[in-house]
């Protein structure tokens, strides 16, 4: 067989033609440890004299990009900045703007190099620790941390007027500051108690406050138990972080005095929104005598020294402190991923992502960071695949995007991501996925280790489903695994094929597990399996409603229907009507979408009108909770709660139904159960994944893998 070159050049296609008509690649870029950024970044290694090779920084990979665009040189396939294995300590966020996007012809990825792991570091790492031998500091620590403790000079390195605790005018929104990582973990502020909370033991005041049924005092004075406070004479900038009235309302708050002889601690202003309770939970920390375990640290801001009990010898461990406050920022970028990176030690947020279109962080691992592991705002048709996220001080990931006012849909997602240990810092009301706007989607992601909830709606048209979700709610009770609140106008939300199992709330005192709050309205709750979920579809008085198609496994109960609007939460009417009428719901497409709204202020708005709870099945545990007020409004058919539905093993969490069922003869689909979860995919960051499921308080936990 002849070759074809002979024949082209025969027929006359110049060397310029041929590559025409050959598939075109995309231009590789390199960085590496062992790069310069003087050199071309064409190359993987220097080459042998040395002379060329590799970019130092992802800035000087960035800046060629630029270059060849201005210079009309842009690849037609694109760019692809391939980074070589090891740890890239930032000098400053990586920033993109606009004009660092690709197209959708020609995109642009940042990747980490196949089998190797690239670290982008926002902090620095500490060496060369030094025993404690200042004699005042000594007398401060607990006889058996002296030896124990180590120091180190920050100031010398470079590291001056880092930011301590940040606290906040209102309730869940304090800032960490500078923290400290060791082994790949969070540090702890020095505390006290070590584990677990102190209680309030009275509260002092003459200003009493009775809100949620519940008495107290708005004035931030309490009255503790014990002697512990009195070694801590002469800090200077103590902290208490405590659920001061209720369990889904905390905040952080300065010391301002102790009066050790009546046991008063008073609290710098402003005061809790909510006022102080007795038997209210809380703790002291950034103190310099508590440090008294391995793992605690404490920096002297005053004179730039930090303290910490290593909780392994530092020679074998680098510890390192957060100083930028975001890793990565895109604004109005397009075309762009980042792929295969580990990013950690920011203050603030991992990845900033705001506006642009296909923008997408992939088999990222993001951790270790002040607040949010990503946030994608006011972007479209982009996402997080494949990532795991874990030790951020909020939530970990972020969507909000699409217009409420034209129903357009923003096409964000997350999807198979593993996300726990969230919400270590403001630890209420930030989810490991945080849905908002219009027309975003939450699938395959497992979720699980957190105080609060695991997914939070807000919006119109978001789809969730094949979530596992599941220990979470730890330190709250008022509270949902997936949560939705106060509302009429946020419809069209489906909530689908999920599987949500091993909740307790805080003290194993109940929880929910869908929570559709304060009349939220027009959610589909459909073929999702809820396993020893307390509450598990818990319906707060909202509108049109559908419960369809689940399997409740010892719930207790199965599902809550009250009628709030209608009793005590009538007074909500005025925000609910303020909100509706913000939307232009009388105007297409709002009246098409959703022709509900518009006979809605004139049909008892109040009443949970609308409310179908129907063919699902119920084993174990209770079956209902309906308030007498709602059951003129809600529709409950074709249940199948008595007797057995045949489950193929519940023990061992087969929950698959048989073909014998008799629950197929009220019409029960069954559930896609195969298909919930995480998936092994080539863009998932780890494989396989183990995850310890907490079950009740009184068992031992469990350790699972998936698969």
């Not at 906040?168 to 800032?175: P, R, T």
């Not at 659920?243 to 809790?272: M, N, S, V, Y």
């Not at 950034?286 to 930090?306: F, S």
């Not at 084993?619 to 809600?634: L, M, Q």
Request: include cysteine; hydrophobic fraction near 35%.
């Amino acid at each position: 067989m002849k070759y074809r070159l002979p024949l082209l050049v025969a027929t006359a296609i110049t060397p310029t033609a041929l590559l025409a008509i050959l598939p075109a690649q995309a231009l590789t870029l390199y960085v590496s440890p062992t790069g310069q950024d003087s050199w071309s970044g064409h190359g993987r290694v220097p080459d042998s004299k040395n002379t060329d090779g590799p970019f130092a920084t992802l800035e000087r990979a960035r800046d060629e990009i630029r270059q060849l665009r201005k210079r009309g040189k842009f690849p037609a396939d694109g760019v692809n900045v391939e980074i070589a294995g090891g740890v890239y300590e930032l000098a400053k966020t990586f920033a993109l703007e606009a004009e660092d996007s690709g197209t959708a012809r020609s995109p642009i990825e940042y990747r980490a190099r196949r089998g190797e792991q690239v670290r982008l570091v926002g902090g620095r790492q500490l060496k060369d620790w030094k025993p404690v031998t200042d004699e005042a500091v000594l007398a401060r620590l607990e006889p058996g941390a002296r030896a124990n403790v180590r120091q180190i000079n920050l100031g010398e390195r470079g590291l001056r007027n880092l930011p301590g605790v940040q606290g906040s005018a209102q309730w869940g929104q304090s800032k960490p500051g500078v923290e400290l990582f060791c082994q790949d973990k969070p540090m702890t502020l020095a505390r006290w108690p070590n584990d677990g909370p102190a209680r309030v033991v009275d509260v002092i005041g003459a200003h009493p406050v009775d809100d949620y049924g519940a008495r107290g005092n708005e004035v931030g004075k309490i009255v503790y138990e014990g002697d512990r406070p009195s070694r801590w004479a002469g800090e200077s900038d103590i902290w208490l972080h405590g659920f001061w009235a209720l369990d889904w309302a905390d905040q952080r708050q300065r010391l301002e005095t102790i009066d050790t002889t009546k046991r008063i601690i008073t609290l710098a202003k402003p005061d809790h929104e909510w006022g102080y309770r007795v038997g209210q939970w809380y703790y002291a920390f950034n103190i310099l005598a508590e440090l008294d375990k391995p793992g605690e640290w404490y920096l002297d801001h005053a004179n730039n020294i930090l303290y910490f009990w290593p909780t392994t010898p530092l020679k074998s461990e680098i510890p390192s402190i957060s100083v930028l406050p975001t890793l990565v920022t895109m604004n109005d970028v397009s075309y762009v991923t980042l792929s295969g990176l580990t990013l950690e030690a920011a203050q603030d947020t991992g990845v900033m992502i705001q506006g642009g279109d296909n923008v997408h962080v992939r088999t990222c691992t993001i951790r270790n960071v002040g607040s949010w592991g990503v946030r994608v705002l006011k972007a479209k048709n982009s996402g997080v695949v494949g990532c795991d996220i874990y030790y951020t001080g909020d939530g970990g990931i972020d969507l909000d995007g699409g217009d409420r006012k034209t129903l357009t849909p923003g096409n964000l997602y997350a999807e198979n991501n593993h996300i726990h240990d969230y919400s270590r810092w403001n630890p209420v009301y930030n989810a490991g996925v945080r849905l908002g706007g219009v027309g975003n989607r939450v699938r395959h992601n497992l979720i699980h280790d957190a105080p609060h909830l695991a997914i939070g709606l807000i919006g119109n048209d978001h789809l969730i489903e094949f979530n596992e979700i599941h220990s979470v709610l730890l330190e709250s009770n008022d509270a949902g695994m997936i949560y939705a609140g106060q509302d009429w106008s946020m419809r069209g939300n489906k909530i689908r094929y999920n599987y949500l199992h091993h909740v307790y709330g805080r003290e194993g005192r109940g929880c929910m597990g869908v929570y559709l709050d304060d009349n939220f309205s027009s959610a589909t709750i459909h073929g999702n399996v809820f396993y020893q979920v307390p509450r598990a579809a818990f319906l707060g008085g909202g509108r049109d409603n559908v419960v369809e198609n689940n399997l409740f496994i010892d719930c207790s109960p199965a599902i809550n229907v009250d009628a709030r609007g209608l009793e005590w939460r009538s007074s909500g009417r005025a925000n609910l009507t303020q909100r509706l009428n913000e939307m232009p719901y009388q105007s297409e497409p709002w009246r098409s979408r959703y022709p509900e709204l518009l006979t809605l202020l004139q049909d008892d708005p109040m009443a949970p009108r609308g409310t179908r709870v129907v063919r699902n099945i119920a084993v174990g545990g209770k079956w209902s909770n309906i308030e007498r007020a709602a059951i003129p409004y809600a529709v409950m058919k074709d249940n199948f709660t008595e007797g057995d539905p045949r489950l193929a093993d519940v023990a061992k969490g087969d929950f698959r139904l048989r073909k014998d069922s008799p629950a197929f003869k009220i019409g029960f689909k069954a559930i896609p159960i195969g298909k919930i979860g995480l998936y092994r995919d080539p863009k998932r960051a780890t494989w396989p994944v183990v995850h310890a499921v907490r079950p009740r308080p009184e068992t031992p936990e469990k350790t699972v893998s998936t698969p």
